[in-house]
Nanobody, 119 residues
Framework: QVQLEEFGGGLVQAGGSLRLSCAASGNIVVINSGAWYRQAPGKERELVASVSGGRTNYLDSVKGRFTISKDNPKNTVALQMNNLKPEDTAVYYC??????????????WGQGTQVTVSS
């Protein structure tokens, strides 16, 4: 069984930084791709950043401020968030497409971590 556990959420003032990390555990061969989504109260979940095959993509509003990275030996996906703004406040979710010999390639989700940016 594969689990994704998220770390690094919290409360920060506007202009500050946070680093979110998502660790995959279980019978994993490799993380094929990873992504971070967020959902603010009353809004739909949106894709913030993704990484696959060395390519990255970002939501326009976070370009230049957020950086996503994938570390295969450590089975982690991280999101470095700089110059945070109050509108970045949301629950952030990690998503990873993981390959294992026993189950093939499957998408997994983390439980979510709260990020709150005060003005």
């Amino acid at each position: 069984q594969v689990q994704l556990e998220e770390f690094g959420g919290g409360l920060v003032q506007a202009g500050g930084s946070l680093r979110l990390s998502c660790a995959a555990s279980g019978n994993i061969v490799v993380i094929n791709s990873g992504a971070w989504y967020r959902q603010a109260p009353g809004k739909e979940r949106e894709l913030v950043a993704s990484v696959s095959g060395g390519r990255t993509n970002y939501l326009d509003s976070v370009k230049g401020r957020f950086t996503i990275s994938k570390d295969n030996p450590k089975n982690t996906v991280a999101l470095q968030m700089n110059n945070l703004k109050p509108e970045d406040t949301a629950v952030y979710y990690c998503q990873a497409n993981v390959y294992g010999y026993s189950f093939g390639s499957v998408d997994f989700w983390g439980q979510g971590t709260q990020v709150t940016v005060s003005s």
